[in-house]
Antibody, heavy 122, light 108 residues
Framework: EVQLVESGGGLVQPGGSLRLSCAAS????????MSWVRQAPGKGLEWVASIKQDGSEKYYVDSVKGRFTISRDNAENSLYLQMNSLRAEDTAVYYCARDRIDATGLYYFDQWGQGSLVTVSS | EIVMTQSPATLSVSPGERATLSCRAS??????LAWYQQKPGQAPRLLIYGASTRATGIPARFSGGGSGTEFTLTITSLQSEDFAVYYCQQYNNWPPRTFGQGTKLEIK
């Protein structure tokens, strides 16, 4: 069974930093692109970042570029999101998601973790 | 950036009836569209990918259609567990991958 378990969320002051982790199991982690998707309280879903299997390609939504860093450790089956210079608008539940390739060679999110809440407030 | 627009924002339907949800893309995404279901306090769940292919374990009462810029998610014979928020998402042109704002399907 595929499992994605996020951790590391919590309350942080504006301008502060936080590192989220996602522990993966039940599949060959190193074979998949992985992503982070967030959801502000009462709002919709927003893609945040994605990373290729070997970490050689990374992509971010414009609002987090230069502040967030996605990374992975395939030996530990883990995905990370380092979040710096946090703002109130970064407050959200952050989901770890597995990317699945379809017949056209493009990717959708086929498995999701339960999420980790990040609250940015003074 | 491709903007995804879902309609209606809220849809009220009685159990046992059919619900049709719409999703429009600001430019063609071919058939590279997915639908997700989200219940309160839960993570999203993949329902449909490739615009019309049901994900593993998804009941046949869920069906997706459309291509290009216009898409639909149809749920026939609504069950109590189907009342939730539904999101469409394009993965044709990225970054960024973009979601619609969601349609809340509520019990009438």
């Amino acid at each position: 069974e595929v499992q994605l378990v996020e951790s590391g969320g919590g309350l942080v002051q504006p301008g502060g930093s936080l590192r989220l982790s996602c522990a993966a199991s039940g599949f060959t982690f190193s074979s998949y692109w992985m992503s982070w998707v967030r959801q502000a309280p009462g709002k919709g879903l927003e893609w945040v970042a994605s990373i290729k299997q070997d970490g050689s390609e990374k992509y971010y939504v414009d609002s987090v570029k230069g502040r967030f860093t996605i990374s992975r450790d395939n030996a530990e089956n883990s995905l990370y999101l380092q979040m710096n210079s946090l703002r109130a608008e970064d407050t959200a539940v952050y989901y770890c998601a597995r990317d699945r390739i379809d017949a056209t060679g493009l990717y959708y999110f086929d498995q999701w973790g339960q999420g980790s809440l990040v609250t940015v407030s003074s | 950036e491709i903007v995804m627009t879902q309609s209606p924002a809220t849809l009220s339907v009685s159990p046992g009836e059919r619900a049709t949800l719409s999703c429009r893309a600001s430019q063609s995404v071919s058939s590279n569209l997915a639908w997700y279901q989200q219940k309160p306090g839960q993570a999203p769940r993949l329902l449909i990918y490739g615009a019309s292919t049901r994900a593993t374990g998804i009941p046949a009462r869920f069906s997706g259609g459309g291509s290009g810029t216009e898409f639909t998610l149809t749920i026939t014979s609504l069950q109590s567990e189907d009342f939730a928020v539904y999101y469409c998402q394009q993965y044709n042109n990225w970054p960024p991958r973009t979601f619609g704002q969601g349609t809340k399907l509520e019990i009438k």
